[in-house]
T-cell receptor
Framework: EPEVTQTPSHQVTQMGQEVILRCVPISNHLYFYWYRQILGQKVEFLVS????????KSEIFDDQFSVERPDGSNFTLKIRSTKLEDSAMYFC??????????????FGPGTRLTVL | GENVEQHPSTLSVQEGDSAVIKCTYS??????FPWYKQELGKRPQLIIDIRSNVGEKKDQRIAVTLNKTAKHFSLHITETQPEDSAVYFC??????????????FGQGTILTVHP
């Protein structure tokens, strides 16, 4: 059964550094998402991406964040200048179809980001 | 925006007992309600979902009920087993509306099943 994959599994960085988190969604999916989960808290929506553009973003997703689908398979989340409070588990998710039907979102294993 | 409240935050049961987790949502436009199970250090896994055009859905030992009028939905696990121990998240989504299906999650319930 196809799964969403993410790399790296754990990223440690210094405050102020840029990080890029990578995801490979399920191949026939068209809708892509990033969520984050601070330790012990709920999963929070960051951004959705469809047709090569951001379709919706949350208040968390400020100018320090960007997403890109550089080729036909990868989906990346970039944090330009990391802050301590960016430390969290970041999950990528993908869905086959949503606008005219319900969507089941499948999550990747996550990247644990630690900002020192 | 949507707000999802989930209760209880922790639930401890004996093996074989039933477990019930409840969620309420605020946005009447939400029409898709999935439940995810997350084991320690692992990804959230979809275990069951319900759409707003049905009131109940069952899959073996797991069932979900939806009351659109009251804006609440519940997860029922019967004949619990130790491997059911995990964190369970409910979520709500306005799939097909102006939102591109973003999920709004509840706070999670830590379910512990004692052998």
């Amino acid at each position: 059964e196809p799964e969403v994959t993410q790399t790296p599994s754990h990223q440690v960085t210094q405050m102020g550094q840029e990080v890029i988190l990578r995801c490979v969604p399920i191949s026939n999916h068209l809708y892509f998402y990033w969520y984050r989960q601070i330790l012990g808290q709920k999963v929070e929506f960051l951004v959705s991406f469809y047709n090569n553009e951001i379709s919706e973003k949350s208040e968390i997703f400020d100018d320090q964040f960007s997403v890109e689908r550089p080729d036909g398979s990868n989906f990346t989340l970039k944090i330009r200048s990391t802050k301590l409070e960016d430390s969290a588990m970041y999950f990528c998710a993908s869905a086959r179809k949503t606008r005219s039907s319900y969507n089941e979102q499948f999550f990747g294993p996550g990247t644990r980001l630690t900002v020192l | 925006g949507e707000n999802v409240e989930q209760h209880p935050s922790t639930l401890s049961v004996q093996e074989g007992d039933s477990a019930v987790i409840k969620c309420t949502y605020s946005d009447s436009a939400s029409n898709y309600f999935p439940w995810y199970k997350q084991e320690l250090g692992k990804r959230p896994q979809l275990i069951i979902d319900i759409r707003s055009n049905v009131g109940e859905k069952k899959d073996q030992r797991i069932a979900v009920t939806l009351n659109k009028t009251a804006k609440h939905f519940s997860l029922h696990i019967t004949e619990t087993q130790p491997e059911d121990s995990a964190v369970y998240f409910c979520a709500a989504s306005d799939a097909g509306g102006t939102s591109y299906g973003k999920l709004t999650f509840g706070q999670g319930t830590i379910l512990t099943v004692h052998p």
